[in-house]
């Protein structure tokens, strides 16, 4: 199945999230001592796709209409957002969880005090949704 997604990539917002050069990366694997193969072909199919976003992914197929609970093939967003997901994780005994810098970046984050400040926050704190369970429902009681 191939979904056409040209229309929603000329209304979405790029994701400005560098990709790597294959220079960059085979220049700092030059000196390792241990390498590692990846099978990523699947790859997006890991990355959750926001609550709120998943109606823009739908399609129609003889059997109904469905939408993408994980990141699709073809939106112009998909590269950069499993980039940022590959890039800020940690892959350790068969775990993946959320790097270090990540997590003492909530721990050190000041208590809000203004609506800009719990806005700041909702969008620090948006990048573990997928390690919180009902994170949209918190996070919409931050925000009212």
Known sequence: ??????????????DKFPLP???????TLQEAKVYSTLDLRNGFFHVD???DCRKYTSFIVPD???EFNKVPFGLSTSP??????????????????????K??????????????????????AGYFREYIK?????ANHLAI
């Open 49 to 51: 796709v926001d609550e």
């Open 80 to 101: 950069g957002v499993f980039q940022r997901y590959v890039s800020s994780h940690v892959v350790e005994n068969g775990t993946i969880k959320p790097s270090t810098e």
């Open 21 to 27: 050069l294959i220079e960059d990366v085979l220049d």
């Open 103 to 124: 997590t003492q970046a909530v721990r050190k984050f000041p208590e809000p005090t203004t609506i800009k400040q719990v806005q700041i926050f909702l969008g620090l």
């Open 1 to 14: 199945m191939c979904i056409d997604y040209r229309k929603l990539n000329q209304k979405l917002v790029k």
């Open 134 to 138: 009902g994170y949209s429902t918190i």
């Open 64 to 66: 109904g209409q469905f």
